[in-house]
């Protein structure tokens, strides 16, 4: 194998950090991509459309949104034919090294931005060092730039490598809405995975650390939820209203108080509200955006059927209509040990490396799983990696930084194991 | 028409005070009335379930508090044939003096008592003068002994006079629940009625006042709603439940909260609420007991469908199941001013009466809305008379009382205006 | 007097009708009325600051709203002098005839829009006749274009004519948001007026009706509450959130549930409800727009009570703070009958009448009650006149539209109503 | 060490068992202990009022039922020395075979009954066997009296045992309502225990299993929580009430939906509510039991403070006075791994036992945790025994019952497990 350049690795970070995009608009972000794995040499690339199932997707914004970014990516040069296979929020690809008979191994990156404003502090270093979002209110705070170098990174690795087996990079667009696993995990580009690795940086870790398998991830289900009644003039005919507020009020207290579960962990949250128009008038919408979470896909499921049925009845209890949608979701998948054990012995070689954790619980939530799932239900193998990253300032605040070395680190570590379970050293699928 | 004594009717209503019966059980009661009536000798009595029609009964008790009033009549002697007729709570008695062609006049008193202590102060005259309740946990405190008496004064004074005609005095039971009227207003005893009164004592007004005709009393409504849930263990599966107290809590704030109406004033009230046994047991039953009033019955139609409906709903919320009963009820009738008039022309020559307003709102609720409604639907003519009697406590309070005097009054008053209504002097039906 | 020629006024109409501006706004409107009461020749005109008491403004909008209209103005060539008298949102005018000794008479008439879109229907005559909004989404929808013209219109009448004593006309701005009445009401202009009349078209009247004295507007109160707590990650420390999503549904059903009242009819809207951001995070703000309304001040002074109550505890109960504001205001106030039965006399001999009505109720709410009680309050008569017109949609709508034969009617019925209480010819001030 | 006959063990657990009682109504069950252990012959008894402290209990009943119970304790012949001890309800007793220095052993066994109505169905072995309680409503659904039962086996098994050392045997009331725990933990009767056991059979272990060590038991506070406001007429005057309902209402809601915490679960519920009287009065009082429970105790901190403050808003935002009392509690302690080793060792050898786990999770709440954190907070060691018993109906139902051969199991164990301790054979206190 022959190592890419730690400073190109970081030069490209550097530069996707400059032009974050959301979720399902990473339009300019996955035409460059195209463009530099075309560079790298590989052996297929699939570019949008045909990278994710349409169908899965959830969370995808308006089309006014979807609009605008794509004609930013216009304007910044994408290339109109990456760019017709990613029209109406088709973003994401795949790139493939087939070098014949033998394991097939998987690897995800994720690629998309957050809705934040970035810093402009002085001792915030991309500000300082010139690379600070030049997309206004959108920001790559959770380390995703990072990880789409680290995902071209082992790609250059192994490009020259000799293996026999195929590599699948896949660069998955709208993570941050939980709307991206599902419908890139749904493709069959998932169906000959043997063995299966997503990385994420930081979350906490410092720099030289590694967690070779997460475990516990929240399964996870969001949705938004809208009332529509009918709207009266508060003074002169309240009685002439479907209060849309009073549905609204009743949810939300409601859905907070599901009760708690005996088999494992939930969690509940309506994060946002908007209803009504003015102080005079009985309000006609209500639209909320909730979320459940869970120890367990069984108690997300119980969690999700007692939403369903509060939002329901709230509805039908100040008789207003209810429209419902789910716009993000992710089951809670483990590592598995075996794989896990395999990074765990890479890790133990790896420059830079000065602390390993076999496993270590993930706490929030994440769309690989479905990754994860799929692979581990067709008896292949999946781990969950984290490589620690220095981070100044919290994962989704307008501070979040990573220490640069953990792009270099997360690569050789993750080009080593995926090597080996190409080569069989270590590690036999079946 | 003969003048009966003063004297009597006040030892009568001190006879019936110190043994009142809550509504439905009025077993002893109704069979002293009975003797009564036969007594003065009119021409025909019906006793119990020929007085109403037991279908129509709301409110009716459980059978264990039936019997237990029940047993009481017969150890204080009530006579068999009369408690017979009465078995299963259908009480109340009709007394007609018949004579012939001509008007059909009407006579409503209720005769029920409430689930009160009586006051034992010493400045409670009933208790100074020995005549209070002698059943515990009863009081007659809104003046129905008095009503009664004044009923059987009416009948004694038209027994002996010239008229042709036909007078019908109603002895209503269960009013206090508003759970008589609609059973006794749908009997064929109200079929052919020309002119109606009801009469009440007191409400504020003071011995010497008249109020000619009510208007206003609100339309109402009241029930049980009993929620079935699930119990379970709240620390170890509070999942396996299905929670009665939380969708009662949900009922209790959105029952309140039901908008106002353009069209008329509005009431809710949930009075009562009794859930679950421990606090380390998820409830797995929850019972209100609820009213809602209004200024117009299509405004109580309004609430009432909005109860329905929020009670349904909070059912469904929490996945319990819901039984929901009407226990009371009595729409908005207005006096009919004409026979009002009367009533005010009569009023001007009775002696004792020193005050008379026309008309003026009723403020509460009553079921002899029930024949005022069917009377006025068949063309006669109804009105509620109100004859002020001294308080020293409010309506419904331990230390109520009535100034005997008005007794004398409203018996006058009623004997003169129904005497003119069946001698056709001052009003012809029509 | 002289008659202004109809057609200018409808001409005026139509000008302010395409430049409509929101509440405390009306820099455009306040300088063109200025300009125009200055052709007419009045004695005294006050432009801004010094026709408000500016500390006593509700509803003011932030200042980038302020600046954006006021810049809006400047671009419009309204003049610089009194651009500087409003800055900061001090709108309104005062104009006044001063002619010696003699009664001292006050018209309101105001003059701001509403934020609606205005209708681009064919059939909707300001649309069809090019006279339609040229400033988006706001829209003289309630008629204030034709009360600014009465106004103008019965400056106009009365500035030729013979008479001792003084008129002043109230150019009110922020109407719609029951925050400008308050603020001139409390001026000394109003310190010595002996009769005051205000104006409002329509309000379901057709042309031709005449109502001589509004009564029973309802008693408002409408406010802002923000609840400000703290965010978390709602999946991994949602304990560390101070939850202002709950504290703001616990509020609104609450405040929907404040107990009716027996003296006087109550009201009560929660209509707008922002919080949260997204679904993930613990909502850390939240913000209300609400309104109280009753049948009397006392009733209201009761619900306003209620509110504040309900908004304090329920931040306490979920630990966040609570900012509450009042944006809008008005007591009931019911019109004098003695100036009413003025009204009604002139109108039988006004052109175009057909139709008077001595009173009605006026249902919702108004703030020209400010004035009403302040004049009421010093021994002078005040009444609240409605001129029926033709409107083809309803007030607050897009469609709505003027009979602009209105404006002569109501400009004639006023002149000569002002007129007559000018000469003392019908009425006597005391 | 001389074992006691199985077969009398039986039989006082079937005393025991057809005399149950209520949560420090343990009037005859205490003096029945009483008389025991004087026949079996200890150095020192402590009867009531000495082996509680009194102020620590939690959850004592009203004085008409401690009376009750008193009474039926008098009649049933318990002794009158006894009985006065445990007046006010102060039952309980230790009993001590003190042999001079050496180690300090404690064993915590419960005595009190649950109000529940026992079985009568011919399946359920006390019905069958003429054992079944004597008392309507109260049984020991819990197997307390098998605790009991092993409390005087180990008594008797080591009162004629040769050691150096002391052993305290208390007897505890009021475990059910988790009142007692807390009361005898306080007393310095365990000032000086160096090694502490208690035991609880079945909870869902077969007879034959012994868990050496139960863990992880919730903390739990149960409160009863009191609104006061004022009743008023539903119909007539509204707002004259404060409305206890409302409050109370508001409160269900807002304390099932505390947040959940990130660092242990949480348990919350209102198990038991009542409110009001009737339909048509405003409610004037709401009584509410309630309960939360947490993994740890700083987080069941953290659920009472927002129980607390959510109570103290919902009265304040209704004008209701509130009043609170903790009525039962226990603290999460863990069993100490290494007298529960001892415990596992023993077990090894104890007939009847098949199956041993070293730890296992409790579930549930338990009060002898207070014991356990006083004798851990001093050095000493402390372990929660569970002996498995074939139970045929979950423990709180009314078919529950025990497989007898447990109560001989029990005893061996805990006999010889105390015994090791005191001959230092097996573990070193320190």
Redesign the interface.
Known sequence: MSEPAASELIELRRRLHAYPEPSWCEFYTTSRLADRVEEIGVDEVIVGRGAIDPDERLGVPDDSKLERWYDRAVENGARADHLESMDGGTTGLVAILDRGPGPVVGLRVDIDALPFEESTEPDHEPAAEGFRSENPGVMHACGHDAHTAIGIGVLESLADAAFSGTLKVFFQPAEEVLGGGRAMAATDHVDDLDAFFAVHVGLGHPTGTVVAGSTKP?A?R??RATFAGESA?????????R?A??A???A???V??I?????G???????????????????DE?TL???V?AGTNDVLE?MSTHVD??L???G????CELETEV??RAPRVDSDPELAGLVETVAQRTPGVDSIESHAPF???EDATYFMRRVSDRGGHATYVVVGTDHPSGH?TPGFDVDERSIEIATTLLSDAIGDVLSEVAYTSH
């Open positions: 929240l996870l969001q949705s003039h508060a003074g002169l005919a309240p009685n002439e209203g209060n507020m009073q609204m009020a009743t939300i207290q409601n907070h108080a009760p708690r579960h005996a088999d962990l939930t969690r509940v949250n309506v994060g946002s509200a908007r209803a009504g128009t003015a102080s005079n008038v009985v309000a209500a955006e909730l979320e979470r119980y049925r509060i329901r009845a709230a039908e209890m100040h008789d716009t993000g706490g929030a939530s989704h």
